[in-house]
């Protein structure tokens, strides 16, 4: 059975960008896979706590040698991972907070960047674990940074993660990025703003449409 894992980041809730481009895609998706399941995941809902000395000593530990105390600090991680391998096709809203990703997603990020488990050191090669999958990532910005601009170096989430989730494996990412998103709390229409956005986002999903269960 296909699955998407929907994942959104914005604090704002009723007033993201983000998240209401995520729901238009998961909404396309649905239509398009009836008997297809979506796992969710709100990263701004969800308690996610940062590394430390004991979870990177649980993490390096061989699954075997490991103590309770130690499982329990990886399974929050073992949780978020298992929704990554589950999937296969992520959605992934992301709002650029100080030209980066918000601090829950780096927390989520943290979690699920793990030795063994999305990616591997065998032979001396670094080598990502999560394939066969799809991303389409859905960002907004307040501000006018993006690759087609004149200061494209104040976007750090395209590349960021370009790298990061190649790092991890994944070979089939789309980005979608709506930037400006500023003006909305100056008077601009947010229906007439988001139309060609949201045409993207469907168009982008009934791409999706056509991978294989």
């Given amino acids: 059975m296909h699955t998407l894992l929907h994942v959104d980041s914005s604090p704002l809730y ?7 481009l995520t729901s238009a895609f998961v909404a396309e998706w649905k239509s398009a896979h009836p008997e297809g399941t979506v796992v ?19 993490a390096f530990t061989p699954s075997e040698a490991r103590t309770p105390q ?4 990886l399974a929050c991680s ?33 979690q699920i960047t793990r030795v063994g488990k999305t990616f591997s050191h065998a032979g001396g090669t670094q080598k990502g674990l999560l394939h066969g999958k799809k991303a389409t990532f859905i960002i907004a910005t307040g ?15 395209e590349t960021y993660l ?20 500023g ?15 949201l045409q993207a986002v469907k168009a982008q999903a009934q791409v999706s449409s056509h991978m294989k269960a």
């Fill in 143 to 157: 501000s006018i940074h993006d690759r087609r601009t004149e200061s494209p170096s104040f976007n750090f989430v």
């Fill in 40 to 58: 969710y995941r709100d990263l701004s809902a969800t308690s996610i706590p940062p590394l430390n000395a004991d979870w990177l000593g649980a």
């Fill in 162 to 181: 370009e790298a990061l989730f190649d790092f991890l494996g994944l070979t089939d990412m789309a980005f979608i990025t709506v930037i400006g998103t």
């Fill in 78 to 110: 073992d949780s978020l991972i298992a929704e990554l391998e589950q999937a296969k096709e992520y959605v992934i809203g992301v709002p650029m907070h100080n030209y980066s990703v918000p601090s829950v997603m780096k927390l989520w990020i943290d």
């Fill in 183 to 197: 003006v909305l709390n100056h008077g601009q229409d947010r229906n007439a703003f988001l139309a060609p956005h």
């Fill in 70 to 73: 130690q499982e329990q600090l």
């Fill in 14 to 20: 009723g007033q993201s960008v983000s998240r209401e």
